[in-house]
């Protein structure tokens, strides 16, 4: 069956980093995209970053923009978000998903159950 699970998440303080993973089975890794969302307690879910597997390109939200950095490493089906100069903005759970083309703002078909970060001031 078609699993994501997102892993790496934890408490670090403001200006620290944490790189979370997000490991895929199930479906053919290449030609999917893979986004990563978050969502902080009272707000909505917003997307984060995303990375299209076949050719490499990747998307960020602005305010992720030059801290965070998306990977892919296609072998090993795996996507990585590397979160540096973290703020406690940053506080959410954190989802990867996968859709079936490119990166795209909806339409992600499968979803990981999210890794919590947690950003101390």
């Known amino acids: 069956d078609v699993q994501l699970q997102a892993s790496g998440g934890g408490l670090v303080q403001a200006g620290g980093s944490l790189r979370l993973s997000c490991a895929a089975s199930g479906f053919t890794f290449d030609d999917y995209a893979i986004g990563w969302f978050r969502q902080a307690p009272g707000k909505e879910r917003e997307g984060v970053s995303c990375i299209s597997s076949s050719d490499g390109s990747t998307y960020y939200a602005d305010s992720v923009k030059g801290r965070f950095t998306i990977s892919s490493d296609n072998a090993k089906n795996t996507v990585y978000l590397q979160m540096n100069s973290l703020k406690p903005e940053d506080t959410a759970v954190y989802y990867c998903?996968?859709?079936?083309?490119?990166?795209?703002?909806?339409?992600?078909?499968?979803w990981g159950q999210g890794t919590l970060v947690t950003v101390s001031s």
């Open positions: 998903a996968a859709r079936e083309s490119l990166c795209a703002a909806d339409y992600y078909d499968y």
